[in-house]
């Protein structure tokens, strides 16, 4: 049985796509199979995993709006027999939020494509944009659990209330059965005061969704997306590929648990 | 005569919100009248000059919809004698994008209410939220000059054009004025690679359009939100402080040759 996982948080750069990109592929170096989906207009996801956007000549917009299934769009990436299925984002997807507010089932249209192909992934994540639009509401309700990483700075915790706002009201109206995913502490700098006060501050909270992985600030993770590969590919050995693998191995440890 | 910039990239997390606030106040510092205005439903701007959102009773939001005036909603912050004023977000800013949507002239809502008031300030800045949406483009709009920060990222790099193909838009359609004011680089770490890679690519795009400036990663930076402060409040003998009091005195500069 999959598991559709959302990757979202209104606050811009917190790591929603370091994550999806790292989380996902982690998860198919360890035998799992795996689908990323990008719902962001940037295609930072699509970049991160190395597709050129402008050679994308059917992306998650034409599913969307309805001319095409995933199955259609989906790109296998292969790396040495590891293979990670992406249904990628292009320029067209800035104006779905707009052409969608007038469509019937405006809300439910990622949760019906996601439906026909489900059953043949094990995990399915979806990287949201930064805002509370129809985009992140469409990834919402197609979930079963919402994955969201904070990053450990002041702003970070402001936008969290409103975020559980929107939250609730999907569970209420369009997802009944939505859970926190969990909940995961990004660029982490143990030695910086800032980020232990978040990070206490979030577990106070969250309590025990929070993951017991944490991801701590590590430039290779911020040089990988250059080259177009996840961590594991790009420096195997950092502190930031280490961080993703744990991270897998309790996302796998849970699903068995719910 | 007063000077309106757009501070935009609908990039996540690239410091949007770190340079409205501290730009903002540097310049008041330097004597000029500054007025800040928060069009990010998050509210950071808000927040970080030390407005409690849950006690905005009128917003931006209201100015958008029309039922109040800039003036009616100007919250004026005063440290010892240093006075910046401050147009501030609350949550009902979240729904205004789709309220816009179906009313009259739409896109020159802020650039109306900020006519009657724009002779009593030099400076006036916008925060933007991370997205291209009808308040970025009420923004841009109203704008003189658009100034675009660049976080020394790989990522950052990729959502330019998005943003350039969007500017050039406005200007078609809505603002034949609009020029880009500046390209400042953000969280420049002068030892990593990356940072002078990525700074070396936006000087040969913009060329001299680049701020001298550029602003270090600074931890002082981000923990100032959390007391409400700006930099200067906070830690005045910090490098993020000198970095913005010197480009707010390069922001100056331009002003008189423009
Ligand atoms: N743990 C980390 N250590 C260092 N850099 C990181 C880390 N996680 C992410 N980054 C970098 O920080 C920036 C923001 O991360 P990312 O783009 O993944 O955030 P996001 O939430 O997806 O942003 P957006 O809101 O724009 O979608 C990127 O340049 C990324 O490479
Ligand atoms: N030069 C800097 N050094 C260290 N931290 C910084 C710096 N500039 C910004 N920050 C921190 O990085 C985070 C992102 O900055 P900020 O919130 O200003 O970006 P933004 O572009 O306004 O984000 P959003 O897209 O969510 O509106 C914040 O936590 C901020 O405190
Ligand atoms: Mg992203
Ligand atoms: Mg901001």
Known sequence: MSRVINIANQKGGVGKT?????????????????????????????????????????????????SSSLKDIIHVLDWDGVKLSVAPANLSLAGAEVELISEFSREMRLKNAIAEIRSEFDFIFIDCPPSLGLLTINGLTAADGVLIPVQCEYFALEGLSQLLKTFDLVRKHLNPSLVIEGVLMTMYDARLNLSNQVADEVKNFFKDKVYKSSIPRNVKLSEAPGFGKPIFLYEKNSKGSTAYMDLAKEVMGREKVS
């Not at 199979?33 to 940037?42: A, E, T």
């Not at 930072?44 to 034409?62: C, L, M, P, Q």
């Open 18 to 66: 370091t994550t999806s990109v790292n989380l996902s592929s982690a998860l198919a170096f360890l035998g799992k199979r795996c689908l990323l989906i990008d719902l962001d207009p940037q295609g930072n996801t699509t970049a991160g995993v190395g597709i050129d956007r402008a050679e994308v000549t059917k992306s998650i917009y034409d599913v969307l709006l309805g």
